[in-house]
């Protein structure tokens, strides 16, 4: 099969234009005709299930949460950009594209970034129409802020907690049509499989997770809004319970996985304080904007750091990136304090960790300044690690945070599979290699507001659904897969607890397919991971039934996946012979160690096809061009 | 450095079931660890032994989705004044400490399993009318109503919420008044929500009514447990608005 991408033709600035002039349409009084499933309630599946509820179509939204407003988008911090240019800077449409291609290291779509912007404006409208809270200025109107290292102010906020506001916006809107009909809820519900009929997505299997019955569910067509799979790594700033679980299955039902091996790594998370460590805690990058980075110049030099006189640290930023300082994008900074704690200067009890230092900050500006800027951000610090960062550096390290990888879907969001959409973070679709700050919640939102209510409606108004019901044997037969996997994991009942394999899988991950990564480590990680896998199906001590809220199952399985998912993560970066992005291949590097991106031959999406648990997946490329943005190497010295 | 605590656990095997405390010792608590970390350290020992893990709600572990929600010690979210469950540690308690642990108590949020409660008579609160009604495509450009400062400022005091429900677990009568009112003051001080503010407060009060929560009777123990210091102000503003709409009726 040849990956089309289905790019409108003209110019860049007219082809969603153009493309909503081709759709399809269907008439208002026969949408009620046809149940849509959203899967996922974060900013995605939220938005999309209210705009294709108030359209008039029938929507089916499930969750693995009790409440839709408790996914995982509830924990964006920073903000959302759009080109409002409300601050006369400079800012356009045609800047956020710009900043944003070349942001992704020139590993992004063209067109679909500039749809991005250019629906970016609508979303803030949107959302300040629905109350959404955002920070104001004295004269009442909205105020922005920089972010992420770009030179125009087109951050949106709502304090420290823009992405729970913007969700909560998304949720009342669904609400309200959950109070007209037109949307049903089905709350506690993991999605465990995706049922094909006739080569089309006609509806998913899902276990109640409070009864454990397996639900058969049909609809013309299934949108997929499940979020990233960070927490393939264990340890991420993601929630416990995001999973790569629905979009692995779908991709086992032939849904292509795009660019597995581009995923974000956040420089400034609070480091690790044991084993027994769950997640990680993020602290918004506005903190390198005052802080400086360093470590002892000497290995193992153990003094506490008000001991260590200036001379004998290394500000290693500063010296290393002079123009950029401790400002360089996150994948460099976050490349910066693997190498250094790697050379054995890491400090704390583990040794992984880096200083920010707010020492020099205090004493220009005063301490009350700093709480001003920061404060919260300092409180947080202090709960969870006990120290107080006016008194003592902060420690920080680097931490999984978000993928770029995803299903591939084509410029409509459908994925290989018709019928079968992809939105938000669990698509590949805008952020090439590397993601830029507040450009996620963006991409969410207008995935579900703006895209798919025209795209999917372009679907149902040209394909050919005949009914199907859930007696067709196509969900017969996905029911009985999902019973089967469900009873051969009961049946283990092994001596090693499932976390010790999620913490197992996560730390081949984590050494072999993270900051750095090289042929060596990766060939090894895919032997490792088939090995585990294997143990896995042999000792894995999973309790309980399968007939009542056992959240030790649902993790099971979870972990299952992700050990049949690693394999694909590792063996992306071992094909892309490159550095680009959040994706370093140590082999491939300037003579001063920086990124070295080989356009010649990696300029293209590489998509997956499932061929069978530990099979050669087969890849197929979709090639990148770049008519507007001319690729150029980034430097930050 | 690890910790000796001994957990009295309400357990309680479906809604039905008659529920009953155990009690569980664990010698690998670290005083860095979260409360949720030390009880999956318990739950990993359990599910090692072949016996059925505590059963609890979790998510985000940074106190913002509002999934967990625990009453330690008698008290929800435990002894951190404006923290959620998943942000208190285990350096707040000593070695050697026994620690209660119970479900959120309310008619309105009935027990699934252990320490997990249903709380999506929430949902249907806000789907009462806890929104602006408008629909995507309709919205005038971001700026064309200037919005005072205070009152933006107001409404995210509000909008902060994360409908935990420790407010209707702290309260003797179960009242979702903090929940209710906290909404109908995030929507109500904004232009955007002024032109349903009554019908809205009546609706979602009605709701809530509706759903078996108790009635207000001015205590104040919901503001003290608040994980975002919600304050209970916004009950008094609810009940303004309620009695405005019930007499425009
Ligand atoms: C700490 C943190 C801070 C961030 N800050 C920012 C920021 O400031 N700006 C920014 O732009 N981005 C930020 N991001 C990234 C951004 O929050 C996410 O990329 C985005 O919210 C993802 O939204 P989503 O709707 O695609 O998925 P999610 O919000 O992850 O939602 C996934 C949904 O799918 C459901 N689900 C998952 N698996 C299944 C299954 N098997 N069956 C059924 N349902 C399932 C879940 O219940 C959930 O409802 C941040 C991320 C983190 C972790
Ligand atoms: S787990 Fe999200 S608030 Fe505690």
Known sequence: ????????????????????????????????????????????????????????????????????????????????????NYRNDGDSIYRLFYDTVKGGDYRAREANVYRLAQLSVQIIDQCVAQGVPFAREYGGLLDNRSFGGAQVSRTFYARGQTGQQLLLGAYQSMMRQVHAGTVQLFP?????????????????????????????????????????????????????????????????RGAYFANPCFTQIHPTCIPVSGDHQSKLTLMSESLRNDGRVWVPKNPGDKRHPSQIPDSERDYYL????????????????????????????????????????????????????????????????????????????????????????????????????????????????????NRLGASALMQGLCDGYFVAPYTVANYLGGASLPAVSTSHDSFKEAVAAAQARIDKVLAVRGSKSIREYHRAVGALCWDHVGMARNEQGLKGAIQSIRSLRDEFWQNVSVPGEKNNLNPALDYAGRVADYLEFAEVLALDALERHESCGGHFREEYQTPDGEALRRDDEYSYVAAWEFTGVGQMPTLHKEALTFDEVHPSQRSYK | ???????????????????????????????????????????????????????????????????????????????????????????????????????????????????????????????????????????????????????????????????????????????????????????????????????????????????????????GECEAVCPKQISIASIARMNRDFMRAATSK
């Open chain 1, 318 to 433: 500063e010296r290393r990136y002079p123009s950029f300082g401790n400002l360089v994008p996150r994948d460099v900074a976050s490349r910066a304090a693997k190498s250094v704690c790697d050379e054995g200067r890491g400090v704390g009890d583990s040794g992984l960790s880096v200083y920010l230092d707010f020492a020099d900050a205090i004493k220009r500006f005063g301490a009350p300044t700093i709480k001003g800027r920061y404060g919260n951000l300092f409180d947080m610090y202090m709960r969870i690690t006990d120290e107080d960062p006016y008194q003592v550096p902060m420690r920080i390290y680097p931490a999984v945070h978000y993928t770029m990888g995803g299903l591939w879907v084509d410029y409509n969001l459908q994925s290989t599979i018709p019928g079968l959409f992809v939105l938000g973070e669990a698509n590949f679709s805008d952020h090439g290699a």
């Open chain 2, 1 to 219: 450095m690890a910790m000796t605590i001994t957990l009295n656990v309400w357990r309680q095997a479906g809604p039905s079931a008659p529920g009953r405390f155990e009690s569980y010792t664990s010698d690998k608590v670290h005083p860095d660890m979260s409360f949720l970390e030390m009880l999956d350290v318990v739950n990993d020992d359990l599910i090692r032994a072949g016996k059925d893990p505590i059963a609890f709600d979790s998510d985000c572990r940074e106190g913002i989705c509002g999934s967990c929600g625990l009453v330690i010690d008698g008290i929800p979210h435990g002894p951190d004044p404006g923290a959620t469950t998943c942000q208190v540690h285990m350096r707040r308690f000593r070695n050697g400490d026994t620690i209660t642990i119970e479900p959120w108590r309310a008619k309105a949020f009935p027990v699934i399993k252990d320490l997990v409660v249903d709380r999506t008579a929430f949902d249907r609160i806000i789907a009462a009318g806890g929104y602006v009604s408008m629909n995507v495509g309709g919205a005038p450009d971001g700026n064309s109503v200037p919005v005072p400062k205070e009152l933006a400022d107001l409404a995210m005091d509000n909008a902060q919420c994360i409908g935990c429900g420790a407010c209707v677990a702290a309260c003797k009568n179960a009242a979702a008044h903090l929940f209710t009112s906290a909404k109908i003051t995030h929507l109500g001080v904004l232009p955007q929500g002024e032109p349903e503010r009554y019908r809205r407060a009546a609706a979602m009060v009605e709701q809530m009514d509706a759903e078996g929560f108790g009635s207000c009777s001015n205590e």
């Open chain 1, 1 to 84: 099969m040849t990956l089309d991408s289905r790019i409108p033709g003209g110019p860049i600035t007219e082809k969603w234009d153009r493309r909503k002039f081709e759709n399809k349409l269907v008439n208002p009084a026969n949408r009620r005709k046809y149940d849509i499933i959203v899967v996922g309630t974060g900013l995605a599946g939220s938005s999309a299930a209210a705009s294709l509820g108030e359209m008039g179509y029938n929507v089916k939204l499930f969750g693995i949460h009790e409440s839709p407003r408790r996914a995982h988008s509830i924990a964006a911090q920073g903000g959302i950009n759009a080109a409002k």
């Open chain 1, 188 to 252: 506690r519900r993991e999605m465990l499989d995706l049922v094909v009929v006739d080569g089309q997505a006609r509806g998913i299997i899902c276990r109640n997770l409070v009864t454990g019955e397996l639900e058969s569910h049909s609809a013309s067509t299934v949108l997929l809004c499940t979020g990233g799979y960070g927490t393939v790594f264990y340890l991420s700033t993601n929630a416990i319970n995001s999973n790569v679980t629905a979009a692995w299955r779908a991709h086992k």
